[in-house]
């Protein structure tokens, strides 16, 4: 498979639950960039964190990144209804200044 | 602003036939790239367009996929001919990051592309 590799495929949860998600990858990274998918849609850009960046928050979303585990966190807190959606991470290589590589999703349901 | 379109949504094909994929970047936006997306797996990354120049088209699966960008504006990708493991949804993007790293791409609401 390609660089990322999300953690779990899928996750249900209650909503006002937080949501946290993992992403893996294999090699350097100059970024990584976290993207949500509606439904028949296109990706939404949700934020992004450089490798020289621990934490970052925007919102309800907190990321982390890990780059001696090579490993990434996405967390939503308070989940809303509007949060279902498929998640993915993306990230730049050291190698390619320009090349984005995403990996499978988490796809996420939030029951009412 | 008018963001990605790609057209067309849907398209159904037999096996054999040609398919030509298009997609209208946003105004300004050098870069543009093409993925695929097959049965909830991964999103492969195709090729990235900087203008009218391919940058990268490591990921273009085979000699049957042709990727053009004539003048830097809008791009097509033509599959010629088809196959059934060519279904997918293909996504295309766009970044206006010319000359630095891209951190953030825009993207089209993809062409479901099915193969019979």
């Known amino acids: 498979s390609q660089q990322g590799e999300e953690d779990p495929q899928a996750l249900s949860i209650q909503e006002g639950e937080n949501a946290t998600m993992n992403c893996s990858y294999k090699t350097s990274i100059n970024n990584l960039q976290w993207y949500r998918q509606n439904s028949g849609r296109g990706l939404v850009h949700l934020i992004l964190?450089?490798?020289?960046?621990r934490e970052k928050h925007s919102g309800r979303l907190r990321v982390t990144l890990d780059t001696s585990k090579k490993s990434s966190s996405l967390l939503i807190t308070a989940s809303r209804a509007a949060d279902t959606a498929s998640y993915f991470c993306?990230?730049?290589?050291?190698?390619?200044?320009?090349?984005?590589?995403f990996g499978s999703g988490t796809r996420l349901s939030i029951r009412p | 602003e008018a963001g990605v379109t790609q057209f067309p949504s849907h398209s159904v094909i037999e096996k054999g036939q040609t398919v030509t994929l298009r997609c209208d970047p946003i105004s300004g936006h050098d870069n543009l790239y093409w993925y695929r997306r097959v049965m909830g797996k991964e999103i492969k990354f195709l090729l990235h367009f900087v203008k009218e120049s391919k940058q990268d088209e490591s990921g273009m699966p085979n000699n049957r996929f042709l990727a053009e960008r004539t003048g830097g504006t809008y791009s097509t990708l033509k599959v010629q001919p088809a196959e059934l493991e060519d279904s997918g949804v293909y996504f295309c993007?766009?970044?206006?990051?010319?000359?630095?790293?891209?951190?953030?791409?825009?993207f089209g609401s993809g062409t479901q592309l099915s193969v019979l």
């Open positions: 993007a766009s970044s206006p990051d010319t000359g630095k790293l891209v951190e953030k791409l825009f």
């Open positions: 993306a990230t730049g290589p050291y190698s390619s200044a320009s090349k984005i590589i």
């Open positions: 964190i450089r490798s020289n960046e």
